[in-house]
């Protein structure tokens, strides 16, 4: 390697960020300007070296690389205490070497717990041995600034991101920023970052989850769903009209808002769409479809999109639901009959003002209550009429004494009245 | 010291009103017997039927007495207009009372009487039943449109659709 590029190489590949070579620096020493040349920083070397899987490590950071790539190996080294030693004894830093039994003993405690699990223990280990060094869990590692894009390229390369999203959970991001030597200024960015993201995943609701936190970590990301992965949708006004393209080439039964989609509503909106996520993510599939409904119905509306026929059509022909939801059969009999004349205005808000009118929802319920207290009632004067056989009859055998009693009476005034009649003529 | 509250006093006895009306009663019947002996012993062998009705009946409301004493005194009545309007003689009460076709007519009458009061009650509860069923027919039909309109819902109590 020629000489003349040790400097220049040695300053695009800094650790450190604030000494790294930018475009600029690069321009000012080609244009022959000479630069105070950046010290080199080697890590401390060890006395001997450590042997694993048959490479000698000599240094904490490479050896933190070694451990990463071979997890099962590596928990091996830290349990059997071989790495203690050679921390103590090669490479004399104690402080480390407490840090990593430290680390052994909180893994023994959690044993049973995913802190106890091996990946944890190694990762944490391997941020002790290498804190400049990006976090390293299972196969995949990163910094804490490039998380999203880290994320973002696990989706791409193997369509699920569940190795950035665990580290994140057991709060590596959390040990890493511990392991600093100097607190940097992002540290309170990133820290607020990442308890976005923490909140995110622990939410497996509909819009929220790894989803989530893709497209709010990564603003240019196009939207990664199955019905919309080949249309490169980064923008949310782009979205409406690329589903209604998409209505025609899907199955009419598909979901036309899936957990990409909404998360990607959520991420890139303006506005607040917990309530309408909430309603979506409902397991009664009746509020669900209305949720499905009003979240594309406000995305027309407040994103002013001309009329989407397609997309009314698909979002109209899963409005079953949403119409059983109605009590009163007449009223369905009512929506079915009208849907069709709306779908083919293309107008969401539309639709969705005419399912879920508050005015008819109420005089449903309350007419669904009115009649199901006359069903009730019908019930129990049934029960009363059947269940009062015996005393009907008592009743019945009473009455029927007495209407004799009264005719018997009548019949006697009637012919002493004849016959005193007869007499006195 | 604190008084002693007054305890009501007693009502009377209702045997006592008992006993005055069975005085009054036994009074009357004496005097009727003074002034008019062949309508009494008319009347009594003829009302004899209403006489075992009222000794039969346990009810308090008597329906049984008043059912078979109407018919009875219905055909005793034109013998007793024609005992007064004739010779008002015991010997004329003792002629009408041993004709087998008077006693016929005043007893069938009592016979009467008392088949009303069997046949009566039977028609009533069959008429009631009747009624019954055909309300029961009604609100079944109610129900039925109920369901028809609203589902099966309506039919599931509130804690059930709560549930």
Redesign the interface.
Known sequence: MPVSLIEPLRGMLSDDPNERWGLEDLEQWLGGQRRTPIPRKASPSALGALEFVGVPYMTSRTLAHGFAQNIPEAVNVIKEGRLDDWLRRQLSDAKCADAVADAIKVAKVNATGPLGSDDYLVSKICIILDPAGPIRYKEISFMPDGFGSAMAVEMLRRGEAQSPAEAVLRGLPGVWLAAQADVKSTASKLESTFAEVRAYLMSSEIGYGIERCLYELNPGLPCQSAHLVHDYVTHIRDLLPALDEVASRVSEKALPIDRHIAAFIAARSDQDVGSYLAALGESDIKVSTIGMLSLVALLQWRLETGALFGLTRWVGGQLGPAISSY????TRRHLEREIPRLIRQGNLPELYNFIDDKDKRQTDTDE?GV??E???E??A??DE??GSDSS??E??????????????????MV??SI??LM?SW | MARKPKTPEPAAPSGKKASLALVWTALTLVGVLIISLPTVIFVFFGMLPTLVAFIVDRTSQKYAVFCVGGLNFSGVFPYLLDLWAGEHTIGSAMEVLTDVFSLLLMYGAAGFGWMIFIAIPPVVGAFLTVMAQRRVSQLRRDQKELIEEWGEDVAASEDDSVG
């Open positions: 009590h009163s059969r007449s669904f009649a199901r006359q069903f009730t019908a019930e004067e049934i009429i059947e009907r009859a009743s019945a055998e009473l009455v029927g004494q007495k209407t004799a009693a009264m005719s018997s009476v009548v019949i006697a012919v002493v016959l005193f007499q």
